[in-house]
């Protein structure tokens, strides 16, 4: 089992910035791939970002590329999103996923454990 509990979720006017962070534990971090995605009110859950286990492979969502940055930090079993120039079609509850995979993917289908998600809105 892997608890995955996210943070830094808020409010922000557009073009502000926000950091989240997901937090692992249960199980080797540096085993886990890890994602978030995004699910939009009234929208389906939709992949942002993600990281394969080193960090050194990442892929992002084209409405994102440029202004969002996954990072991770094995030694602390955290994944962080780093979101900039945000804007109001970024509003939605972000949630954090890990796959028993050292490779990431998109497919959400594809991740195991989730977290309870964060709230990030941004305001005109």
């Known amino acids: 089992q892997v608890q995955l509990v996210e943070s830094g979720g808020g409010v922000v006017q557009a073009g502000g910035s926000l950091r989240l962070s997901c937090a692992a534990s249960g199980r080797t971090f540096s085993s886990l791939a890890m994602a978030w995605f995004r699910q939009g009110p009234g929208k389906e859950r939709e992949f942002v970002a993600a990281i394969n286990w080193s960090g050194a492979n990442t892929g992002y969502a084209d409405s994102v590329k440029g202004r969002f940055t996954i990072s991770r930090d094995n030694a602390k079993s955290t994944v962080y999103l780093q979101m900039n120039s945000l804007k109001p079609e970024d509003t939605a509850v972000y949630y954090c996923?890990?796959?028993?995979?050292?490779?990431?993917?998109?497919?959400?289908?594809?991740?195991?454990?989730w977290g309870q998600g964060t709230q990030v809105t941004v305001s005109s």
């Open positions: 996923g890990a796959a028993l995979s050292r490779y990431y993917y998109r497919d959400s289908a594809e991740y195991d454990y």
